[in-house]
Structures are given as structure tokens and as C-alpha cells.
């Protein structure tokens, strides 16, 4: 199976990189899976979960002898994790990351990279609101979108082997450079966030409605913010860091269009509202038909009573 | 057992209105169920669906002998509705209604109110995305908040019935007064819808970023946002046309921290960020256990390929 890789070294394990080394033990696709941990915590849980054979402190340790090699560490990260691994980096080891601003990944491990290996960032567009090695699980990747952004200088064979390796997970694999990328992702994820951290954000400092009264009636709306306003917040400073400019381009528009939407409240312009409320339908379909949401009504969400 | 009617009248049966009609049904709290609907098509699936025992192209036939009427219509058609049923209205019939905003209810069906009938405006905080008689279940209301806004005139005996009422249907039932509902469901429901309303908007917009593009990567976190923007475009407008100052008021404030956030990521002000965004998980916890939530990760939304 060309897919198999010798020694996957993980740098960082938490939900990204624990579903990975997960997946990879599932579908056999590496003999030895090792990490590398800030916190002797994180590699505990690590070992004792036995989804790694080892894991290490130092990243030079992890790497030493890996053929593949992924950042899965929130991207403020990247530069000097690089730097320090770059001198033990394998011949011909295939080097990626997960995370979901590409440019800045380019930018930041790119220059390190020795010539005998090739450096191909990655993005998979799976999650949930959970961190940490625990929460990680096998399926994670399942019918999701991979999105790898090689760069000058990638060898098409290692392309062909990395692709390979996501979709033997279960995914589905785009190239894409990573400008696009990172516009992209902008508007499907990076705003999304944002503005649910924002609206949590906004109801947590409000005087005249209490903190009891948003929970209570969370499920007018508001709760289904929560979910990915729950999400690692390191992790999330870093892509809004490291993303700006498709960041504010983005937040541009979505400000200028609740602008519109303001005014027509203020104007009681029914008929405008009426108009945008009416196209947003057909797009919750196509996401759905696409395998990228559930079809049940509420997500899903069981309705019982406390002491069901 | 005091909490049966003998005649309840549902003006309007869609996702609200069947509901109740089915939990109505299922816990026996009234001996006869009738509807008014517009169109023959939502009487015809009433009627096949057998919620109700007869459905009525006029809204005086179905309130007739009614000992309880519910408006389940948007909120633009209380007035009009009001008006035409309160010369019908039985001595001693509870009317309410089950829109999103209670000051405007109040406005719009108290003054035709006749001194013989107990008007109490009421608000299940419950639904789904899904619109219309068929997509109702009676389950709906089970562990959701019901909060009821007794206006001058309404009887302790008949707020104490309708309570009993919305409690026999499994929900929690919470009196306030109409104001103040407004500015809760304001920040917990009206704002969200806005939000998630005007993200999908601006992505559909986009000229750097195709549709499929938005519709592949909806899983970073775009597609929850989705839901709530396939709700009712209808009933939501009159919401927004009916809910304007409080909805002003706090889509003031959203922006205005949005703006903070927007500042601190040109300035690349990480620990504002981390700030802000470290507070929310907190809250998503609360509501999860107030039973608001599912505790499974990413809704419990199932992890699985095409063809599973």
C-alpha cells in the first residue's frame, strides 16, 4: 500500500492531532505513530489513550527519522517549532500542518524547510467546539473537505502521497493555492467565529438581561452561537492573527450588509427584509445535499424533558 | 382534570400550531381541536395529518364555542385577525398567541379584546428550522421555557389555567412582562436570526468565492449559522417590523463590539482576543446544563461518508 507511511510524527495532539493519529492506527496507515507535547499532561493522556507509541517534549525528538511530519499547533507556533525541528528533518520526509490559514503557514515554516524534504500545507475543514487529545475521534475526517496548498518547490509525488493519506482517512482532497484559501475560509469559517465569540461576547455584558435570562431562552437562537464560540481560543487568536487581511475584508462586507439590514428595520422596510430572509433556504439545502450537514430539523437535538 | 378545554381554536397551523395540536392531542387537554388556515392546501395536510377534527377556511367558524384560542400566525396578521374573531369570542375564552414579540401582540389584538374573554399574550421559546403543518412534532415543547405576559385585566385563573396548560405540554413557564421579553428574546433570538440571516447573504454575495466554495467548506463553521437562516422569512420580517426598538438597540451594541474586535485584529492586539474569546465556553456550558443543549460535540451530528 503506497499510502503507509514509517513513522508519523504529530507535532502537538489535541483534537486535530489526536482524531489523525486515531484514524491513522484505524486504517494502518503508518507503523509507528509518535507526538510531540508542550505539557507532560497532554502526553500523558496522550500515551494513556494508546493512540501514540511514544511521545516526546522536544519536537526533534518526535521528528527524528518521521517520513511524515505534521504541525497540528495552533499557528503562532509554526516559525519556531520549524526552526528547531528543521536540522533533524528526514531526507525525503513529507512536511504539513493543519491548520486554517495558509499563507501564514507558508510564511512561517516554509523558510526553514531544507531541500530534502517536501513541504505541502494542509487544511482538513473538520472540528468541534472540543480540545484536547481526549476529544479527538477516528471519523472526524469522514466526508469532509481536505484542502492542501502546495507550494514552489513541492513534488508532485509527495502531492499524490499526501492526498492519498487524507483520503484514506476518509476525505475528500482540493488543491488550492493558498491565497484563495485563505479568502475562502475567511467567509466559512474565520467570520463565522467571529462573530459568534462576538454575539456570546455581547450577551455576557448586557445590563438589562441577565445571564440566567440568555440561558434560559438560548433556544430562541442563540445557543447554536455557542457551539463554535466554544471553540480553543488560542487557537482561534492565532488564525485571526495571522489572517488579517482576508479577515477584514470579509468583516467589511458583513458590516456593510447588517448596515442595510439595520436600515431597512429602521425604515420598517418589510419588503426588503422579506427578500433577504427568503434566499438563505436554498443554500442550507445545497450544504446539506453535499454531506456537509445533517438533514434533521434542529440538528438533531433530541427534545425530552430534564429527567428523561 | 382542570387543565382541559373543551374547544381549542388555532388560528394558523404551521410549525408552532401543529405542534401544539399533536402535544394537545397526545396529553388529552382538550376534547375538540379545530384550525383556520388561508389556504386549502395547509387544511387539506391539517386535516390528513388528523390534528385536528376540522379546519376552517374562515378564522370566526374555527373560534365558535372555543374555550381557548391561540394565534399561531405571524405577528403582522394579529390585528386584522383580532378584529375579525372578537365579535364570535365565547364568554369567558382564553386567547393568546405564540409570536416573538409581546409588546406588538398586545398592541395589536388587546384592543379588540370584548371584557367577556382573558387576552394573556404567550411565547414558547422553541421551534425549528422547518415551516409548516407537517413539520410540527409534540415533543416541541418539551423542556423549552414558555413565558407568558399577562396584560392589565387578565385573570390570576386564567393566567393559572393557560400555565397549567403549557406545562402539561412539557414546558417550563415563566411570567414577565411584555417589554422586557422583547429585550431578552431581542439578544437571545432576534439578533441571531439577523446575524445568521445576513452572514449567508454575504456569502451568496461574493465574487471572489463561488457558492460551491462556500457550500464545500461550510463545515469550518458556516453551515450551524444555516439553520436558523432556513427559519420562516415571513413570520421572521415581522418579527424584525415588530420588535424594531429593541432589535435596534441591541444590534447597536453588537456592532459596537464587533467594531472592538475588528480594531483589535488590524492591530494584531492578541490578548484582547484570547480575551474575549476565552469567556464564552463558560456560557455554552450553562446552557448545556440548564437543558437547553446537547452536550455532544458538533450537535451529535453524525460523522459519516456519502455512502454510509
Redesign the interface.
Known amino acids: 500500500m503506497t499510502v503507509k507511511f514509517k513513522r508519523l510524527a504529530l507535532i502537538g495532539i489535541g483534537l486535530i492531532g489526536s482524531s489523525i493519529a486515531r484514524s491513522v492506527r484505524q486504517h494502518e496507515l503508518a507503523e509507528e505513530i509518535v507526538c510531540a507535547a508542550r505539557t507532560s499532561d497532554t502526553r500523558r493522556v496522550a500515551l494513556e489513550l494508546g493512540i501514540v507509541d511514544e511521545a516526546f517534549d522536544d519536537p526533534k525528538d518526535a521528528v527524528k527519522g518521521a517520513d511524515l511530519v505534521i504541525f497540528c499547533t495552533p499557528i503562532?507556533t509554526y516559525s519556531t517549532l520549524a526552526e528547531t525541528i528543521a536540522p533533524v528533518l528526514a531526507e525525503g520526509a513529507i512536511v504539513t500542518d493543519v491548520g486554517?490559514v495558509k499563507g501564514a503557514a507558508v510564511k512561517a515554516i516554509g523558510p526553514h524547510m531544507p531541500s530534502h524534504v517536501d513541504f505541502i500545507p494542509g487544511h482538513p475543514?473538520?472540528?468541534?467546539?472540543?480540545s484536547g487529545p481526549a476529544?479527538g475521534?477516528a471519523?472526524?475526517f469522514?466526508?469532509?473537505?481536505c484542502?492542501l496548498t502546495p507550494v514552489e518547490g513541492s513534488s508532485k509525488a509527495a502531492l499524490k502521497r499526501l492526498s492519498d493519506f487524507w483520503a484514506a482517512m476518509?476525505s475528500k482532497v482540493?488543491i488550492m493555492d493558498p491565497e484563495?484559501h485563505d479568502?475562502?475560509?475567511a467567509?466559512?469559517?474565520?467570520?463565522?467565529?467571529?462573530?459568534?465569540?462576538?454575539?456570546?461576547?455581547?450577551?455576557?455584558?448586557?445590563e438589562?438581561?441577565t445571564?440566567s435570562?440568555?440561558?434560559?431562552?438560548?433556544?430562541?437562537?442563540?445557543?447554536?452561537?455557542?457551539?463554535?464560540?466554544?471553540?480553543d481560543?488560542?487557537m482561534?487568536?492565532?488564525v485571526?492573527?495571522h489572517n488579517?487581511d482576508a479577515?477584514?475584508e470579509?468583516?467589511g462586507?458583513?458590516?456593510e450588509?447588517?448596515t442595510a439590514?439595520?436600515r431597512a428595520?429602521?425604515r420598517?422596510d418589510?419588503e426588503t427584509?422579506?427578500k433577504?430572509?427568503?434566499?438563505?433556504?436554498a443554500?442550507?439545502?445545497?450544504?446539506i445535499d453535499?454531506?456537509?450537514?445533517?438533514p434533521e430539523?434542529?440538528?438533531?437535538?433530541?427534545?425530552?424533558?430534564?429527567d428523561d
Open positions: 503562532g486554517s475543514v473538520a472540528g468541534t467546539e472540543k476529544a475521534f471519523e472526524l469522514v466526508g469532509r473537505w484542502i476518509g482540493e484563495h479568502l475562502v475560509l467567509i466559512t469559517s474565520h467570520i463565522p467565529h467571529l462573530i459568534a465569540y462576538n454575539i456570546v461576547g455581547t450577551a455576557d455584558d448586557l438589562d438581561v445571564q435570562e440568555v440561558i434560559k431562552y438560548s433556544a430562541g437562537g442563540f445557543r447554536d452561537f455557542t457551539r463554535i464560540a466554544a471553540s481560543p488560542t482561534w487568536r492565532d485571526f492573527l488579517k479577515v477584514l470579509m468583516l462586507r458583513f458590516s450588509d447588517l439590514l439595520q428595520i429602521r420598517e418589510g427584509l422579506f433577504i430572509f427568503s434566499r438563505t433556504r443554500i442550507r439545502r445545497e450544504i453535499a454531506g456537509q450537514e445533517t430539523p434542529d440538528f438533531g437535538r433530541v427534545h425530552k424533558s430534564d
